[in-house]
Each structure stands twice: as C-alpha cells, then as structure tokens.
C-alpha cells in the first residue's frame, strides 16, 4: 500500500483487475460477452464453464471432449464425498452450500486428485517431446518408457493406472479414446497414456487398466488445460452428483440412520474402563 | 457388513440405498443409465445434471431454460464469493478443493439465497390456486396480490424484487421471459411472478425490477424442481465461475496482494493504546 | 472508492479497520496486547478465546463456567459431524483443514444450532424483564409462563428442553447449575431456563429435561455474549473434537472401511432396472 | 444394524470403533473420563483438547508450553483467512459454521502449514538420533548440519526459518525458548531447531529468525505430538480467532465495504474489449 504522503496513482491499484466477468447498472459480463444477450440461450452451460476458465469457446469436437469428462466424474453413488454432503445435510440441512463445501472437501489425493495427478504427469513426460515430434509414436514410447522406469524405480505407482473396483477395464477409459478417435480429438497425452500403460505392463510383467480419471486427466491435457484445473474440472462435475445426492436425502433421508447405526454399533465396541 | 452367508432381513440394510448412481467393477450406473454407454458422449454435462436431480432427462425447451439459468447464475465478477475463495487459495494452494468450498459457502441468504427465496415464495403463493386454474391469468392476478399484500403488512421485503445495483432493469430478467416464450415454457411461477412485481408497483407506488435471481428461481420451479434445489443449482453454476476466477489467481494471483494492502490500511487505523 | 481525481483521504480507508489484532514486524498484538510479553505464558487459551470475542479478560469464576461450557460441547462421539470429517480426511488426507471444515459444517440449526437458538429464545424473553427486576425470581417465572404460552400455541418446541438420547437427565445440566452456584455465577438466563423448563411441564403435563445444550447457551448468555456467539463456541469446542477424532482416524481409520460397508450394503439394495 | 438376537461376529462391527467418546441415556464420557463429573468444572478446554489428541492430560508445564502454543497462533489481524470468514459471513449471516469453515480452509501450505513443515523436518532428522543421545547437543549438532546442507543443496528453503514480516526476530521465538526453559522442557526439537538455524547461518553467510511457527512445531513435537497434529492445533487456535473476527464483524462489518470497494476499482480496470 502506499504511502499516506504519497498520492495513489493509477498504477497502486492497477493489479486489481479480472477477466472472468463485471457487473454495470445495465449489463453483466462475463468474458467479454454480454450475459443476457450473448451468453443466455445461445451458449450452454459446459460451454460457459469452459470459456471461464480457458478464455476461449471449445469447438464442437471439444464440447463433446468436455461433457464426456465431466459426465464421468459426476457420480459414483455413495462414495465418502456423497456420504459427508449427507451426513452435514442432517445437521445443517438450512445450508445447503454447506453440504456440498463438506462433499468437496473429499475431494483431494485420493478420489479426485488422481485427474490432476495424471495429466501433471502426462505434463510432465511431454515436455522432453519437442510440439513437432508430438505426432510420432515412437517418440512418445520411448519417453513412456523412460519415466515408467524412473517412477517404478523410486517406488511409486504410475499415475493413472489400477483402480481398486474395476480391476481389468474402467469401463470409461475404452469410451474415452472411441469418442476421441471419432471427434478427430486423439491427442499426444491420450496416446502417451497407453504407451505408459504398456511400459508398466512390460516392465512388471502385470497390466493395470488405465482408471477413468486418468484418461480424463489426458483428455482435459489435450483440450489444452493445466494440470491443476483437472481437479478443477472433477470439483465442478462433482457438484452436480452432489446436489443430486442431496436432492434424494432431502426426499429419503440416510443421513441420521447411519450416523444411529454407527453410534450404535461403535457402542458395543466400547472397552469398559479398566478400575 | 454381514457375511455372504447370513440373509439380510430386509430390516437391516433397506433404508441404505440410493437412486443417483453405483458402481460394479465391470460398470458405473448413473440415475439407472450406464455412464460409458448410454451418457459419456451421448449426454451433456448440464442434461446430467438435470437427470441426476429430477430423475428424469429435459426436454430441448425445458434444457434450454436450465442452460439459461445456469449460465445467468454462474459468475458476477469479484464478487464476496469470487474473493473468499481467491484468499483461500492464496493460503492453500495445493488444496483447490478448500478453496471452491470456501467460495460455495458464501453462497447464503444474501448472494445466492435469492433464488430459492423467490423459488420458496411463488411455490407458497400458487399452493393456493389449483392445478387446472393456473393458466389463469385473473387467478394468479388475486393470488399476487393478498401475497403481495400480506408481505408488505409484515413489514418484509417481496422475494425476486429489487437489485443493489441493477436499479431500473436486471438485464437477466426480460431474456428469461423471451426465451420462455420462445421455447414455449412461460409457466405459472414466471406468470405469477410478473404479477407480484406489478402488485407491489400498485401498493407502494414505487416499481421494482424482477432481479435474474427470482426470475432464476421461477424458471426452475416451472421446470418442476423444489425450492431448496433453486439454491443447489445456483452453487452449481457458481462452482464454474469459481473455478474460472482460480485458474486467473493462478496465472495472475490478486488474493496476497489484496491482503497486504488491506493489512497495511489497518494498521494505519489502529488506535494507539490508552497508558 | 473516491473517484480517481480524488485523493484518497484519510476518511476514505477508515472504516478498514480491526481491534482482534494486529503485526508489525517487531511485534505481534492481540486485542491491545502484546502477544509475546502478555500473553504467551501468562494467558490460558481459553482465557484468550473469551478476550478475543469478548474484548475483556473473564473473572477467575467466569473462566471457570466458560470452560464448563467448551468441555461440555467439544465431543459426543462418532456424531454425523465427527463421520463428516473422518470420510473428508478419507478423501483428502494432506488436507487437515478440509477434514476439519467438513466436520463443522455440519454444524448447524440440528446439532449445534441447539445452543444458539436457546440462548436468542431466553434474550428474548429477558428484554421484558428491567435489568434491576432480574434478580426477581417471580418476574423470571412470568415472563417465562408468558413466553412458554406463545411457543406452545403456534405449534413450536420450546428451546433448550429435552433431548433425543438423554429423555431423563441430561447429566451435563445439574452439573452447570451446580458450578454457577458454587462460583456465584447463577444468572438470570439460567434462572430463567429453569422457570421455561417448569412452564412447559405445567403447560403440557409432561416434563422435559432442559438439555445441556440449552444450559450452555444460558451460561454463554449470563457471561455476556450475544446469541450468535453461542453458535461460534460450539464451533470453537467441536473443532478440538474433531482434531481428536482425526488424530484416531490417522492412527486407527474407519472411515475406508465405513464408505466400503456402505457401499456394498447399498449395491444389494439397488432395484433392478425395469426393461 | 443386526438384530438385538443375532450375536455380532467380531469379523462384522469390531473395526467401527472409536476411544475419542460415546454417549448413553444417562452419561456422556470423553476418552473413558465421565464428562459431568469428571471433566465438566475440573478440567480446563486446552487440557481436554491435549486429552482428546494424546489420550492423555498434560502436566501443569506441559499445559503451559500447550497454552502458550495455542495462543501463539489465535490471531494475526486481517489475514486471508480472517478476510474469507468475513467475506463469507457477508454473503451468509446465518452460517456462522460456514464463514469459520471458510477461514479454516486458508490454513493450507503457505499460513498454518510451516509449523507441521517444521514439526516434520525435525521429526525427520532426528529420527537419526537414537533416544539416549538426544540430550547430548553435539550429536543434535551433527544431524542439523547434515540436513541443512542436504536441504539447501536440494535448492529448497530450511522449514521453520525466516518471515516476511518478522525479518530479523519473530518475538514469539525467544518467548518459546525462555518458556520451556523456566518449566524445564526445552527438549530435543527445541534444541535442534536453533541448531539448525545456526547451521543455516554457516552454511549461507546470512542469518534468518527461527519462525513462530516453526517454534510451536517444535513445541508440539517436544510435547509428544505426531506432525500432522500441528496443523490439527494451529487450526483449533485460529478458530479462536475466526471467533473473534466473526464477532467484530457482526458489529462493525467490513466484508460488504471490501467487496464494494474491489468492485469498483476493479471496473475501472476491464480493458475495453476490441472490436
């Protein structure tokens, strides 16, 4: 901040801007669109979500690319996300933001990093790929094969492959490059991702199925996002399960008979004191 | 869980289940469809999310007014809600998912209760006309005005009326009705809602501009949603524009910034202590 | 924000201001003192909490009943809130502040609201009552069978009485009365809980325990806080719960194993689809 | 949950367990203590707190070293996490639990993370360090002169060292070290942390302060405490403070004025769109 001697110029309050949107008496922005009469009933709203947050409308073969992603991402039933919306649902059921903050909030390493983690390492193994050789094969092989080497011999498992329930085929990953291959969108980081799923295969002597958010990670790195906004991306599909989710208990209620059930049974397990 | 072998009485576990979606390991289920073959490529994003709250898919018209609500919800520039996530990123970097949570939760009565409130109101007030008069213009035209009546009596504000800084018109308001009436949806909340505005013109002589928020919430209560889904909805679109405003914080952050010169301003102000 | 012609005067950022604290880069200051020399090792935290929302430090006797009410709130066991935090962590365990927030969120109008809504019901029955008639157990008793009237006839619970588990005694009750007896701290809202409590048995001819929620939002309210900030020291005392909880979950987890049961448990449950 | 008659295979329920607490119609009890009459007027909150998270009390100088911890990280004025609670509030007045969450959430890797950083780099190092030579500081010497090489030679920064504000002494360092000495528990961490500092200074010609953070870390891991309970702690005070923040706040409120005052100077930055 400025001195109090000192007369704010123009410059002190310059890094206060943004390009996301801005409201007038007469008209909201966002983008550089006019809402009412460029954006309502003329874009949808996964089109928005995505000139948001790229600054630019996708195409039509990209459009179809990002539903796909986020359609797979929105639900997988009771998971712990939806189970912690719910169970703050029962008992703040008059804030509904925060049952959805509370599913959010799950979404971190575990269930929806994996997106990010994949398409950061995609990211990563890519950029010793000059643009131009990113079209050839055997260039993204041989670096597939190099960082498989490293990450299994340091001890990690590869980003994007093995999923604890679909132990042989994610049944979305196999849709992913059919959609792909079909829109013309089968990019560097969805063909690196089965080379490195094929190196770990040769070099363990096992096959993990490449997992859904993987290829969703690669799909989101071919549209051209950063790796962080994967997660992104997964956070706003996420949302859409849990306001469902919410919807139903509000309707079926399963919140306050676990939260019993648990109570109960964690009861019985009580040791008794020893004197 | 009990044993495979034990039959589960239908007492136990009956109340445990839920129609958004599950997973096998050779599928993933949402709402009864299978998500690889019958949504990833097939359904958008925003139809989804339709279906996974309503249980149902819309219609073109009825996802052309859902498309449109969302997209007049999703951002308003740096807003309370745009900055307290901001901040949070500032503090946690490495947690987008703290930092969209934080966002969400703003998302109370006074920024995105609007529309539930509008949402609430109407459902309350057409409660009292029956299904096959609400076509009737003269019915929703009395109903507006003893709900108007009774609201000003108690000394409240009307739901849906009145904008702090759209003071004339919400540019929102009259897209809403025109596509309505263009898809052929311009159903009784949007109808009665017309009529409370111009109810409260009458009684206080003072005219107030349908804000977007209740025009928002009419629309969704026409597409058949309850109240409190108006608010899920528009922490749904929210989330897009958050996520838009963290991906510019990450290329160009404001939040340190922001918080160095508000502290700087404080401690200007602070009092000297009394000896 | 003063027009860009405009220098900003002082007046301008005046209203940027805070009395919780403050740091230079020789010191740090809480509510007016110095956090090193006057705090650290002269001040328990709780005694801080109290200074901090209060603007006072508490009597030895108010410190003894404010930390009464922060034990008596801190932890109930494996609560909805407790569960919300341990799947949170399940999902996110690099995130603490996450698994933390989820489990607060879901405090609300259900589970910890209960303090809040009893100390804002008494409040309001007490501004009836002259601050020098307070000490007048027979004003208490009137405006008690008063208030206690009108709740029961517009069809409402009385708040601060009875309790879902605890249908007899709530054991965290006769502990209060009996501290603020012994510590001289027996104020009007506790005095005047007791006269609700007998109202309401004389009034429907069934008594209900006054629960210990409700007398922790009458001693909050005897210690001179506001109503609202019954709420925020149920937060403050669940949030060392929840550290606890999250503590065991690292050590000892159950929530993978609860999302797990959970799960299988709902698979069994779901209907087959209808062709 | 199974039948009454049904006996419960320790296979089925055993793992859903938890020692943090339970409740029964007639008692509620906190790690095996009966709340009512064992905790409730006889144990302060910072002593439950320590009791929830170590499953054991402090004695008298280790609450002090746990008090003063917690004081030093309640509050430091309107940081990010102060703003995004009272930006929250703003926007939801009636979720005390969402604006606190809020600021919860800032409690990431750059705020409240560098005390777990430090109480984990210590942990790290001195895990080289068998149990009987802690109390030799030659051999405390000798770690932290190999660590911080390592660390540096990594190019990263030595956790627990230097501040943006503090730039030559955090004042809540010297009053951490004189604490423990004056109640004799000035124990290994403490002891390797200056020795680290002073490695640093060798190693880079430039002295940096040891942080407050980094000092309650030590603290915290000198008391027993496992890293990850750092932030646990660090986030228990800052609630203390969020409290506080939340309670001016509902009486001098700033959050609309910050957002009004953003706005509008960030209007007059939109750069005309081009044409």
């Given at each position: 901040m400025s001195e109090p001697s000192e007369p704010r110029s123009s410059e002190t309050g310059d890094?206060?801007?943004?390009?996301i949107g801005h409201a007038t008496p007469d008209s909201i922005t966002v983008r550089g669109r006019d809402l009412a009469s460029e954006v309502m009933g003329r874009m949808s709203f996964t089109d928005l979500a995505f000139l948001l947050a790229a600054g630019r409308t996708p195409s039509e073969a990209e459009a179809t690319m990002f539903n796909a992603v986020l359609v797979s991402l929105a639900d997988h039933g009771l998971t712990p996300t939806a189970l912690a919306a719910r169970l703050t649902y029962t008992g703040a059921p008059e804030a509904m933001q925060g049952a959805i903050a509370a599913g959010l909030l799950g979404g971190g390493s575990v269930f929806l990093g994996p997106a990010e983690d994949a398409a950061r390492f995609l990211h990563d193994v890519l950029a010793a790929v000059p643009d131009d050789r990113r079209s050839d094969d055997s260039a993204l092989e041989a670096v597939a094969a190099d960082a498989v080497e490293k990450v299994l011999a340091a001890g990690n498992r590869i980003p994007g492959l093995g999923h604890p329930v679909h132990r042989e085929t994610d049944p979305r990953t196999p849709r992913f490059y059919e959609l792909a291959r079909e829109v013309g969108l089968l990019g560097p980081n969805l063909r690196l991702l089965r080379f490195v799923a094929a190196a770990q295969q040769k070099a363990t002597g096992r096959a993990l199925p490449i997992n859904g958010a993987g290829a969703a990670g690669a799909v989101l790195a071919d549209l051209g996002f950063p790796p962080t906004l994967a997660r992104g991306f997964a956070l706003l599909a996420r949302t859409a399960g849990l306001v469902g989710h919410l919807a139903e208990e509000a309707e079926h209620p399963i919140g306050m008979r676990l939260y019993k059930e648990v109570n109960a049974r964690a009861l019985e397990n009580v040791e008794p004191e020893t004197p």
């Open positions: 890094w206060l801007r943004s390009s």
